[in-house]
């Protein structure tokens, strides 16, 4: 009990339990019973490591994950995501136990945004509706009027009064994107994911030229030259959806590598290749979202720790905008 207690408490430090396990437990298994024995869900992002997303209970982007945390009747909810997410399902269930399988799978579109900046920023633009990628802290959502996704964040906008001025954050290529697609003049914050800037038109120009019937889809979140050139541009949820419908048998795919195991499963006859970086490795893998574990997710579900808790006040002005946005997408089918 010593060693468990040592490892609980060194949380802080290390940002997971670090526990060594059986090297013979079958960790599918016993999860599965864990899940059971805890009424527990597991919620698990699409860049998730394949092994994590084979044994959650639901698989998806930003907005359905929100979804199902605020519909689920679970009394545990284990997040293997990213910490924003967790936060996100703490806000709209705080009477739920909300797990985090580490604690450092940050996210660096959400730490792009400190809270404190970004007050005096909204202060200098008055009058303006602050319209906020998911993607962000609970502090940022607390200073927002709707959150939105990349699923829905076009519609919601085009939901208000061209005149209405926004202010757009925290992610700048989403918001130049939508920008593009509706006409506005939003006033974006300046914030990035480091994962969807990263990608190489040089390299996927000469991708495509091996690969010619290939058709390349772009999350867009990914930067205008990319964007330019993408012959599908979706949400995460959006790009599987599209690589089940089209007649093409092989795609170059702009976003984090993780949604590969979905599309692979949806379409075993098709190829997917990942979009390159612009450096020396061969991936381009979310190193946050990498940080979680099936290791990690036992652990977590057998101890219930890490916890995220949050300070009732901050929850309660970060869910109003989100309410926004639940109410806003049951209106329109978003």
Known sequence: MTDINNAIASINEKGFLDIDIDPELDLFAAIENLKKEKNA??????????????????????????Q????????MIVFAGVHFMAETAKILNPNKKVLLPDLNAGCSLSDSAPPALFKIFKEKHPNHKVITYINCSAGIKALSDIICTSSNAQKI???LPIDQPIIFAPDKNLGAYINKKTGRNMVLWNGSCMVHEIFSLEKI??????????????????????????DFIGSTTG????????????????TET?????????SPKKVFIPAPPDNSCACNDCPHMKLNTLEKLYLCLKYEKPEILMDEQLRIAAKKPIDEMLKISAQYGL
Not at 43 to 61: C, F, S, T, W
Not at 68 to 75: F, G, I, L
Not at 245 to 254: G, L, N, P, Q, S
């Open 239 to 254: 790009l599987l959806k599209f690589t089940k419908t089209d007649d093409a048998t092989e795609f170059i795919v702009a």
């Open 205 to 230: 120009t000469r991708l495509k030229i091996r690969h010619p019937k290939a058709k390349l889809i772009a999350h867009p979140e990914c930067e205008e030259s990319v964007l330019r050139v993408a």
């Open 68 to 75: 199902q945390a605020e519909k689920t009747s679970a009394d």
């Open 41 to 66: 869900v597991i919620l698990a992002h699409y860049y998730q490591e394949p092994d994590i997303q084979d044994v959650a209970d639901y698989i998806g982007d930003s907005l359905g994950l929100a």
């Open 258 to 266: 993780g949604i590969l195991h979905q599309m692979q499963k949806a």
């Open 157 to 159: 906008i085009e939901t």
